[in-house]
């Protein structure tokens, strides 16, 4: 089993920036956490970040070609209120996917509450920090990505 963690802009700031909101763990830290995880499942991550919305949609527009991916977990950070893009990519990849969020957004700004993609997602896990990613991957891992 093959699945692709995507994050999206300003994410490869995580223990660097907010710490209040986004916790004290940086990217390399919460890709280690997923990649235990995964290779005692047998499984094979994919990591992707880009602060750049084309970046994100080529990427994703590459896993529609690559059969060995079977889902993605996606933190699209502030694309998440913005990117029709990033939504019409991800449908097209025909992928299921969990979107996934650091910080609680419904407890926050009124303009981060809007998500152009939950409504097309497996699943949404937000206000978790890093376990968040963690049970996505259980969810998939779980289910062998059936989805």
């Not at 990117?83 to 407890?107: G, M, Q, T, W």
Request: aromatic fraction near 8%; include cysteine; charged fraction near 20%.
């Amino acid at each position: 089993m093959k699945i692709a963690v995507i994050n999206g802009p300003n994410l490869n700031l995580l223990g660097k920036r907010e710490a209040h909101i986004y916790g004290s763990k940086s990217m390399s830290d919460l890709e280690g956490e997923l990649k235990n995880l995964a290779e005692a499942n047998q499984c094979q991550l994919l990591f992707f970040q880009s602060n750049h919305e084309g970046e994100l949609v080529d990427f994703i527009q590459k896993l529609l070609a690559d059969e060995t991916c079977q889902a993605i977990i996606i933190n699209p950070a502030a694309f998440t209120h913005t990117s029709i893009a990033l939504r019409d990519a991800l449908i097209a990849c025909e992928k299921p996917f969990i979107e996934v969020h650091l910080s609680n957004v419904h407890s926050r700004e009124e303009f981060r509450k809007k998500s152009y993609l939950s409504d097309r997602a497996v699943g949404v896990i937000t206000g978790l920090g890093s376990m968040g990613y963690l049970a996505a991957l259980r969810y998939f891992l779980a289910k062998g990505v059936e989805s």
